[in-house]
């Protein structure tokens, strides 16, 4: 099998653009874990609007 060679990817954001991604970042996790008990749901108890869609 012949080796293979990894991609290196250069980027740069500007200040304003660097805080958008951590804000990202930091709810990411939060995202994850309510996409999680969503999927976990059965269908009767899914509800008809999500929390704070008000």
Same mark, same amino acid.
């Given at each position: 099998m012949p080796k293979r $060679?990894?991609?290196t990817i250069g980027?740069?954001?500007d200040? $304003?653009?660097k805080l958008k991604l951590r804000a990202i970042a930091k709810?990411?996790?939060?995202?994850a874990d309510e996409?999680?008990?969503i999927d976990?749901?059965?269908d009767?108890?899914?509800?008809t609007?999500?929390?704070g869609s008000d």
């Open positions: $060679k990894g991609i980027l740069e954001f200040d $304003k653009s709810h990411a996790g939060a995202l996409l999680d008990e976990a749901m059965n009767e108890e899914a509800p609007r999500l929390e």
